[in-house]
């Protein structure tokens, strides 16, 4: 889907087979020692620059032992806050896998994605990390394609992933199949949603509508808003008008689900079980609000990505966004590749089709034949003051 802007908090068909690359090499890593999502506004401050000592350094002098990786993200302008988080928890990997296999150089998409593509490329780097809007990564791709570079996004955009380009980022229509395939096990069947117009709404309707198709349930309603409060309080009074529901999604930001949820309380609602998606994951301020007490959302685990955040904030003396531990898994990614990757040859990109999947902060995922991350999820739920794992991820990839 198209980024959809939305603020973001700082941190806080084949046979089954158990995720295989590298859970070891994540487990054995030193972190205990230490809305398509991208937030639009005022410019940050001028981000970090520090680069590690060894694998990462200015410029990219020869180096015949090191692959050359390039990470494209934005690190000036409005989205420059995400694009340091991601860069900096990216060079946190190169520090704990050692750096001995790649090299990392940053190149700023704000500046101009094409111009970053082309520099990156003409630097002799084998591979592009990001970029994280889909916009860019549609400049990107032909480029990269062109030179038989591929790209692993930090987009969550369908429509860019394919023909070379891999997507990391959270697919909300995998969030949504997953929480609406754990309420109906649950008991609830039959199921509403309110979506927001645009891109992120459409999609995200559309997901449900399928998600609770296959779970064997039924869709009574679906209503979109503008973000307005006559607009949204309008929406909760169409779906009652249609029919009564069991569980309602939500699927928009958390700031957003707490408006919402006393208009589907007061109007038709009152009984049914609230779900939002994997937005909810960004803000974890939403469980101090009563009104989605008992709330579900799937989203990917936080435990080892707590750990992140904590050594993070060591280093930068600030939390993260969320999606900084995309960065982070892409270098564990391209870092574990290189271990039957001969340097100075093109990227194996066939690898990142391994059915068994890959490990990393964010849990276990594999590459689809469409280039999508497929997550294993877990079921959150709203408690006072927390999210609790209700529904903890599979430990195996279905057929």
Not at 31 to 55: I, S
Not at 141 to 154: D, G
Not at 273 to 292: C, D, F, K, Y
């Amino acid at each position: 889907m198209a980024e959809a802007v939305l603020r973001l908090q700082p941190a806080r068909a084949k046979k089954a087979r158990p995720f295989g690359m590298f859970g070891v090499f994540v487990a054995g890593l030193a972190l205990a020692g230490c809305q398509t999502m991208v937030p639009k506004g005022k410019p940050a401050p001028k981000p970090v620059t520090e680069q590690p000592d060894g694998p990462v350094g200015p410029g990219l002098p020869e180096d015949q032992l090191r692959h050359r990786v390039a990470l494209l993200v934005p690190m000036t302008g409005s989205n420059a806050g995400v694009g340091e988080a991601i860069a900096n928890a990216a060079n946190l990997a190169v520090l704990d896998t050692g750096g001995k296999q790649i090299r990392m150089t940053t190149y700023d998409t704000a500046l101009g994605a094409a111009a970053a593509a082309q520099k990156a490329i003409a630097d002799g780097n084998k591979v592009i990390l990001g970029p994280l809007l889909a916009e860019d990564v549609r400049v990107v791709a032909p480029i990269a394609r062109k030179a038989n570079v591929p790209i692993i996004s930090f987009s969550n955009d369908a429509s860019v992933a394919g023909d070379g380009t891999w997507l990391l980022g959270y697919n909300p229509a995998q969030s949504i199949e997953r929480v609406v395939g754990f309420a109906r096990t649950k008991g609830a069947a039959s199921f509403a949603g309110l979506a927001p117009n645009g891109v992120y709404g459409q999609r995200a309707s559309n997901a449900m509508i399928r998600a609770v198709e296959a779970a064997g349930g039924r869709m009574v309603g679906m209503q979109n808003y503008d973000r307005s409060q006559k607009s949204m309080q309008a929406a909760v009074t169409r779906l009652a008008q249609t029919s009564s529901y069991d569980a309602l999604l939500i699927a928009d930001s958390g700031g957003v689900a707490v408006q919402l949820a006393p208009m589907v309380r007061k109007g038709g609602g009152a009984d049914a079980r609230l779900l939002g998606t994997e937005l909810w994951n960004t803000e974890g301020a939403i469980a101090n609000s009563p009104v989605l007490r008992g709330a579900w959302f799937a989203s990917v685990s936080d435990g080892l990505y707590s750990q992140l955040a904590n050594k993070y904030r060591a280093r930068y003396g600030k939390a993260p966004y969320r999606l900084s531990s995309l960065g982070y898994d892409a270098v564990l990614l391209v870092t574990r590749v290189a271990r039957d990757w001969k340097v100075g040859t093109a990227f194996p990109a066939r690898v990142l089709g391994d059915e068994g999947g890959f490990a990393g902060i964010d849990g276990a995922f594999r590459f689809g034949k469409d280039g999508i991350a497929q997550r294993a999820l877990e079921v959150q739920q709203v408690d006072p003051g927390k999210f609790t794992v209700v529904s903890p991820a599979p430990k195996t990839f279905g057929n």
